[in-house]
């Protein structure tokens, strides 16, 4: 299974991922190898199974609807690599 | 074998040692194995003085807890408030959590003491610690080999005498298989018994936190401080581990899983994975020859899920909120995209594009759908194995450690080593590592149990048992 270039462009993109031209390069390699060993699964039929998204069985666990106590606004923002006026800052988007 | 951590805690209690003497001993042990590189950081000055409380609690005559004074150490993708917390990447070189895993305020809670915190694959993100960004740890066995992985560091950490027990994640055998790497009890429980709360988040569909420990016994009492509902995971059960202190003999049947005893198996390895069924047989069990057909699909219905989710769960590491930055970025895509590829390793970005390819719009039937169906048919196999037999038997990975660099220019022979721990995640079962012997060459191998969901107490009675054999 070969994986182009362009396609493994889109996937940095869909990533937000910039990558330099080698790595583009062996990421096409590697995906491709690896896409082709999951196609294994083809040989597989499953058109009467239902899927397995969840393994426990739990379904709407409730906790009780009580206010706890909160990490603060100042020790939340102290972990971003840029503030200002107590708010994350960030390049210019518009 | 009997817990080591209750001879330290019982030791610490009667004065015949102190809390203070056990951390420093360990901090010690940390420094002698320093070239193996099982840890990135080590907390000297607040575990002593951590330790220094609980040994003045002793002298009051105060009550204290079960672990009291014990060390231990975490893979670094548990969030705690001292020290730093990387999950061995880059993006979250600098990174100081502003709160505790449940699983780290559990043990704290017991008296144990976090002397440091353990290497991995960054982001969990592999099988011998080999993708950490802050190098590779070595196996304890033998420098030139792997530590296996992801918990490579904790694993060798106990298994080097560092600590008697260390935390990791397990999410398709990231406890089990560096667990059988080092020589060491590594213990994968059930889907949903143990919070997850705190731990950075790979696969949450397979993700567990669980024990590495020189005993089952310990494994066993570490599980049953940290079990159970903490309001902080939905995907919790209600605690329902209650460890079975009855020893007397029972006879069970066992199911010895064919499709992993021939072909690319190692032949010391099947070699002691028999001994120890041989074993099981003259104590009196029930050994049957089973098939599990779909065991060939699940490495590949797991290099689905898993990438699927961890590319949604890595999204979060974006450079805005917290973790470096690129200080290239003039643009907010720049900053995403170079913090991005700056603060993750290859195989991070391998497996997240994999996640973004077999999601993405035309694909997301194909292989995502197709993946929960095949996951399906493999529950459904272990469950009818299950009908017949109590537990099931085969080794915990195909080989010994192998050699470092080894596997690390064919992402899909890494893959590889996972085969056999693979199945139990994807169905959430419980399962555990036990050391069983060595290869020619003097390498620990491990062999593999595995439980009905949330047969975990029943499990470790029956790990007991085969640690004695």
Same mark, same amino acid.
């Given at each position: 299974?070969?994986?182009?270039?362009?396609?493994?462009?889109?996937?940095?993109?869909?990533?937000?991922?910039?990558?330099?031209?080698?790595?583009?390069?062996?990421?096409?390699?590697?995906?491709?190898?690896?896409?082709?060993?999951?196609?294994?699964?083809?040989?597989?039929?499953? =058109?009467?199974? %239902? /899927?397995?998204?969840?393994?426990?069985? &739990?379904? $709407?666990?409730?906790? +009780? =609807?009580?206010? %706890? /106590?909160?990490?603060?606004?100042?020790? &939340?923002? $102290?972990?971003?690599? +840029?503030?200002?006026?107590?708010?994350?800052?960030?390049?210019?988007? &518009? | 074998?009997?817990?080591?951590?209750?001879?330290?805690?019982?030791?610490?209690?009667?004065?015949?040692?102190?809390?203070?003497?056990?951390?420093?001993?360990?901090?010690?042990?940390?420094?002698?194995?320093?070239?193996?590189?099982?840890?990135?950081?080590?907390?000297?000055?607040?575990?002593?003085?951590?330790?220094?409380?609980?040994?003045?609690?002793?002298?009051?005559?105060?009550?204290?807890?079960?672990?009291?004074?014990?060390?231990?150490?975490?893979?670094?993708?548990?969030?705690?408030?001292?020290?730093?917390?990387?999950?061995?990447?880059?993006?979250?070189?600098?990174?100081?959590?502003?709160?505790?895993?449940?699983?780290?305020?559990?043990?704290?809670?017991?008296?144990?003491?976090?002397?440091?915190?353990?290497?991995?694959?960054?982001?969990?993100?592999?099988?011998?610690?080999?993708?950490?960004?802050?190098?590779?740890?070595?196996?304890?066995?033998?420098?030139?080999?792997?530590?296996?992985?992801?918990?490579?560091?904790?694993?060798?950490?106990?298994?080097?005498?560092?600590?008697?027990?260390?935390?990791?994640?397990?999410?398709?055998?990231?406890?089990?298989?560096?667990?059988?790497?080092?020589?060491?009890?590594?213990?994968?429980?059930?889907?949903?018994?143990?919070?997850?709360?705190?731990?950075?988040?790979?696969?949450?569909?397979?993700?567990?936190?669980?024990?590495?420990?020189?005993?089952?016994?310990?494994?066993?009492?570490?599980?049953?401080?940290?079990?159970?509902?903490?309001?902080?995971?939905?995907?919790?059960?209600?605690?329902?581990?209650?460890?079975?202190?009855?020893?007397?003999?029972?006879?069970?049947?066992?199911?010895?899983?064919?499709?992993?005893?021939?072909?690319?198996?190692?032949?010391?390895?099947?070699?002691?994975?028999?001994?120890?069924?041989?074993?099981?047989?003259?104590?009196?069990?029930?050994?049957?020859?089973?098939?599990?057909?779909?065991?060939?699909?699940?490495?590949?219905?797991?290099?689905?899920?898993?990438?699927?989710?961890?590319?949604?769960?890595?999204?979060?590491?974006?450079?805005?909120?917290?973790?470096?930055?690129?200080?290239?970025?003039?643009?907010?895509?720049?900053?995403?995209?170079?913090?991005?590829?700056?603060?993750?390793?290859?195989?991070?970005?391998?497996?997240?594009?994999?996640?973004?390819?077999?999601?993405?719009?035309?694909?997301?039937?194909?292989?995502?759908?197709?993946?929960?169906?095949?996951?399906?048919?493999?529950?459904?196999?272990?469950?009818?194995?299950?009908?017949?037999?109590?537990?099931?038997?085969?080794?915990?990975?195909?080989?010994?450690?192998?050699?470092?660099?080894?596997?690390?220019?064919?992402?899909?022979?890494?893959?590889?080593?996972?085969?056999?721990?693979?199945?139990?995640?994807?169905?959430?079962?419980?399962?555990?590592?036990?050391?069983?012997?060595?290869?020619?060459?003097?390498?620990?191998?491990?062999?593999?149990?595995?439980?009905?969901?949330?047969?975990?107490?029943?499990?470790?009675?029956?790990?007991?048992?085969?640690?004695?054999?």
């Amino acid at each position: 299974m070969s994986v182009s270039l362009d396609e493994v462009r889109h996937l940095a993109a869909l990533s937000e991922i910039q990558l330099s031209d080698s790595e583009l390069e062996s990421l096409a390699t590697d995906i491709g190898n690896i896409v082709g060993y999951i196609n294994q699964l083809d040989e597989l039929d499953t =058109d009467q199974v %239902e /899927p397995t998204f969840q393994l426990t069985g &739990l379904q $709407n666990v409730w906790r +009780d =609807d009580k206010i %706890e /106590p909160q990490l603060s606004r100042e020790k &939340l923002l $102290n972990l971003a690599p +840029d503030t200002e006026n107590n708010q994350v800052k960030v390049p210019k988007v &518009l | 074998m009997t817990s080591l951590i209750n001879e330290i805690v019982n030791n610490i209690k009667s004065g015949q040692t102190t809390a203070r003497a056990e951390v420093e001993k360990a901090l010690r042990a940390a420094q002698d194995n320093d070239e193996l590189h099982a840890l990135l950081e080590t907390f000297d000055d607040e575990a002593l003085h951590r330790a220094d409380e609980i040994d003045a609690k002793i002298r009051r005559g105060e009550q204290v807890g079960r672990l009291a004074g014990v060390p231990y150490v975490a893979k670094d993708n548990f969030l705690t408030t001292i020290g730093h917390t990387t999950a061995a990447a880059k993006i979250l070189e600098n990174f100081e959590s502003p709160i505790d895993a449940t699983a780290i305020e559990r043990l704290d809670n017991e008296d144990a003491i976090l002397i440091g915190k353990a290497n991995l694959d960054a982001f969990a993100h592999g099988g011998s610690t080999e993708n950490s960004a802050f190098g590779p740890t070595h196996n304890a066995v033998d420098f030139e080999r792997v530590a296996g992985g992801s918990s490579g560091g904790s694993a060798v950490a106990v298994a080097a005498g560092i600590v008697p027990f260390a935390l990791g994640s397990d999410t398709g055998g990231s406890i089990r298989q560096p667990g059988s790497f080092n020589g060491v009890v590594g213990y994968k429980p059930t889907y949903g018994m143990i919070s997850r709360y705190g731990v950075v988040a790979m696969a949450s569909s397979t993700d567990v936190v669980g024990p590495l420990t020189r005993t089952v016994e310990d494994a066993e009492l570490v599980s049953d401080i940290l079990a159970g509902q903490d309001g902080h995971d939905s995907t919790v059960h209600d605690n329902y581990f209650q460890p079975i202190t009855d020893n007397s003999q029972r006879s069970y049947t066992i199911g010895v899983i064919k499709d992993f005893m021939g072909e690319g198996v190692d032949a010391d390895v099947v070699n002691q994975t028999q001994a120890v069924i041989n074993r099981l047989e003259q104590a009196g069990h029930t050994v049957r020859q089973v098939s599990l057909p779909m065991a060939k699909y699940a490495l590949a219905i797991y290099y689905i899920v898993v990438p699927a989710e961890l590319s949604s769960n890595l999204a979060r590491y974006d450079g805005v909120r917290y973790g470096v930055r690129s200080d290239k970025a003039k643009s907010l895509d720049d900053v995403y995209g170079l913090s991005r590829s700056a603060g993750f390793m290859p195989e991070n970005k391998r497996r997240i594009m994999i996640g973004s390819y077999v999601l993405s719009s035309g694909y997301f039937d194909a292989y995502y759908l197709k993946a929960q169906k095949a996951r399906t048919l493999l529950i459904n196999e272990f469950n009818k194995l299950f009908d017949e037999c109590d537990f099931l038997i085969c080794p915990t990975a195909p080989t010994p450690a192998f050699k470092l660099g080894e596997n690390t220019s064919d992402p899909l022979k890494m893959y590889l080593a996972d085969a056999m721990t693979v199945p139990a995640s994807l169905a959430g079962l419980p399962a555990i590592s036990v050391p069983c012997g060595e290869s020619d060459s003097g390498l620990p191998i491990g062999v593999q149990l595995i439980g009905r969901q949330k047969d975990d107490a029943k499990l470790l009675a029956f790990a007991k048992e085969v640690e004695r054999l």
